[in-house]
């Protein structure tokens, strides 16, 4: 749970990491309330790649 009580985790439907998905199309950021998460590096990695792109919100700003 993060700071506000809200229930955090991951989504996968069929083989598809939703989180990852959503990184990569620049729809997402990062957020790790405790801890680094057990995704942390791989999100972090995905979410510099988009940003560096400028895609999604990353070309917004």
């Known amino acids: 749970m993060d700071r506000y009580g809200r229930l955090l985790r991951y989504l996968q ?15 997402a950021r990062t957020y790790w ?12 990695q995905i979410a510099l790649r988009a940003e560096g ?3 999604g919100l990353w070309g917004a700003c």
């Open 13 to 27: 439907v069929d083989d598809r990491d939703v989180g990852a998905d959503l990184l990569e199309a620049g729809g």
């Open 33 to 44: 309330p405790a801890g680094d998460g057990e995704r942390a590096s791989r999100y972090a």
């Open 53 to 55: 792109a400028g895609r």
